[in-house]
């Protein structure tokens, strides 16, 4: 365990180490996906903005847990674009994470619905439900 995610969880307690956690590895994953890993070229620009890096967050929370996303994401006390924010810029204080010039916490005011995107393509419908039961 990273002691500085530690110390920010007994700072304030409303988010779990885990999600702390996962936005670093969102991070990296939406890097990766935009190609800009930090691993490439030492020239290259890195920086993803907020509304980048929460897409990024949501991909690869429903590529990591489902359907159980937004189940996991309130486990961890994450409810809403800002709460990931807050994150970020918790890990940024707590050098984890690294900041540029065109870093602010209102990239990621209120961007969207957390919760509707994490369950944007899964349904589950009482036909689906009764087909299992005919088996």
Same mark, same amino acid.
């Given at each position: 365990?990273?002691?500085?995610?530690?110390?920010?969880? &007994?700072?304030? !307690?409303?988010?779990?180490? #885990?999600?702390?956690?996962?936005?670093?590895?969102?991070?990296?994953?939406? +890097? *990766?996906? @935009?190609?800009?890993?930090? /691993? %490439?070229?030492?020239?290259?620009?890195?920086?993803?903005?907020?509304? #980048? @890096?929460?897409?990024?967050?949501?991909?690869?929370?429903?590529?990591?847990?489902?359907?159980?996303?937004?189940?996991?994401?309130? +486990?961890?006390?994450? %409810?809403?674009?800002?709460?990931?924010?807050?994150?970020?810029?918790?890990?940024?204080?707590? +050098? %984890?994470? !690294?900041? !540029?010039? &065109?870093? /602010?916490?209102?990239?990621?005011?209120?961007?969207?619905?957390?919760? +509707?995107?994490?369950?944007?393509?899964? #349904? @589950?419908?009482?036909?689906?439900?009764?087909?299992?039961? *005919? &088996?």
């Amino acid at each position: 365990m990273d002691p500085r995610i530690l110390e920010l969880c &007994r700072e304030d !307690s409303r988010f779990a180490y #885990e999600a702390y956690d996962f936005v670093c590895d969102a991070v990296t994953y939406t +890097q *990766d996906r @935009l190609g800009r890993a930090a /691993d %490439r070229d030492d020239d290259a620009d890195h920086h993803v903005s907020g509304a #980048e @890096l929460l897409r990024g967050t949501c991909d690869l929370a429903v590529r990591e847990f489902g359907m159980m996303a937004p189940v996991v994401f309130k +486990q961890w006390g994450v %409810r809403t674009t800002d709460h990931i924010g807050e994150i970020v810029f918790k890990l940024i204080k707590a +050098q %984890r994470l !690294s900041k !540029s010039d &065109r870093d /602010d916490p209102d990239d990621f005011h209120d961007l969207f619905d957390l919760h +509707q995107t994490l369950t944007d393509g899964f #349904e @589950l419908t009482l036909g689906d439900t009764a087909k299992r039961g *005919d &088996r």
